[in-house]
């Protein structure tokens, strides 16, 4: 393959008060000073992407020689304005452009050849606990993503009142499993990925660990199920003899709990937080039973909101573009006020 030489997309370019801007965000750009050296590079790689000729005409235009030329382009490369690519792929119209985009944007790569975020991505298996509002999103933005296996275990079926927050499931899905409307509608969105759903319900840790060890490898868990509350602790337990991590995601009325994101090499759940499940059984009968019938506030947007940043953190650590900011700690979002902490 032939390599070309462009400007990275994702930069707007500004120039004012005699400096040049390749504007990435708000706060983040790349300042050079303006002039001709400037206009020359920008228009010249404008104009073709060989870099050959980008050599020539930077000579031509500059008066420079085709060694200084050379140096010249290897500066903005290193300042991540310029980037190589293969001209007779057509990344524009890959599945997952955009989203190489943003992981450049985030953890700059200037040899395209040596780029496996994607790969690392493809070889990820995601096994969901739970598929409701939470799970729903989270399996939407991993099977988009290109996540390259997705377990889905779930026991209910698709009801009315499930609508409003469970977008993956339509009116005609009503009365059907959960998990194989999922895996139908999921399908439909990227047929390359592999999806696969169990019906089972969940009681033990003993269950836990064998419905991962029949399915795995697994790396990593997504605790989304309403029930039962011990699923933190049994994740907590097994992850170290299953190589796994996992991640809890789930709200309190308007408060969203995304996190923490635990494995192996982290901290337990019950180390870091404490646990309710004993104070709540402690309870006597009366109390019990209306906390047995909670109902969880909620919507499609709510639960947008808050599977998509666990989603996101998850693919930050699959691919290594940055650290999870869920790594041992939990976000709290304040729906209401859109304030948002770690506690």
Same mark, same amino acid.
């Given at each position: ?172 899905? @009503?009365? #059907?499993?959960?998990?194989?409307? &999922?895996?139908?509608? +999921? ?7 592999? /999806? %696969? ?116 953190? @998850?693919? #930050?650590?699959?691919?290594?573009? &940055?650290?999870?900011? +869920? ?7 304040? /729906? %209401? ?7």
């Amino acid at each position: 393959m032939s390599k070309g030489i462009r400007i990275k997309s994702y930069y707007h370019i500004l120039e004012k008060d005699g400096v040049v801007s390749f504007i990435k965000t708000l706060d983040e750009s790349i300042r050079i000073p303006s002039g001709k050296m400037a206009d020359t590079i920008i228009d010249v790689v404008q104009k073709t992407t060989d870099y050959n000729l980008v050599c020539m005409n930077l000579c031509h235009e500059l008066n420079i020689t085709n060694h200084e030329s050379e140096l010249l382009i290897g500066k903005f490369l290193e300042l991540g304005i310029l980037e190589w690519f293969e001209i007779n792929i057509q990344h524009e119209s890959d599945r997952y452009h955009r989203q190489q985009l943003l992981f450049d944007s985030i953890a700059p790569n200037t040899d395209p050849s040596v780029n496996n975020y994607q790969k690392k991505i493809s070889d990820t298996h995601v096994m969901i606990l739970g598929i409701g509002g939470i799970g729903n999103y989270m399996a939407m933005a991993f099977a988009a993503a290109g996540v390259g296996k997705i377990t889905i275990v779930d026991f209910d079926v698709v009801e009315l009142s499930n609508l409003n927050r469970q977008i993956l499931f339509k009116e005609s899905d @009503i009365g #059907k499993s959960k998990v194989k409307s &999922a895996v139908e509608h +999921l399908g439909s969105l990227n047929n390359t990925i592999q /999806l %696969k759903g169990i019906e089972t319900k969940v009681s033990s840790q003993s269950e836990l660990g064998k419905l991962i060890e029949a399915n795995g490898p697994v790396n990593y868990l997504v605790l989304s199920a309403d029930h039962p509350p011990h699923l933190v602790l049994w994740a907590s337990a097994l992850c170290t003899k299953h190589q796994f991590q996992y991640v809890k995601c789930g709200y309190m009325v308007y408060q969203g709990l995304v996190g923490p994101l635990l494995g192996p090499q982290t901290k337990s759940y019950e180390e870091l937080f404490e646990w309710w499940k004993p104070m709540i059984e402690a309870q006597p009968q009366h109390f019990k039973a209306h906390n047995d019938s909670y109902i969880a506030p909620s919507m499609a947007a709510t639960n947008a909101i808050l599977a998509n940043i666990a989603a996101l953190e @998850i693919i #930050k650590d699959i691919t290594g573009i &940055a650290s999870s900011a +869920l790594k041992e700690k939990r976000l709290l979002v304040d /729906l %209401k006020t859109m304030e948002i902490s770690f506690g």
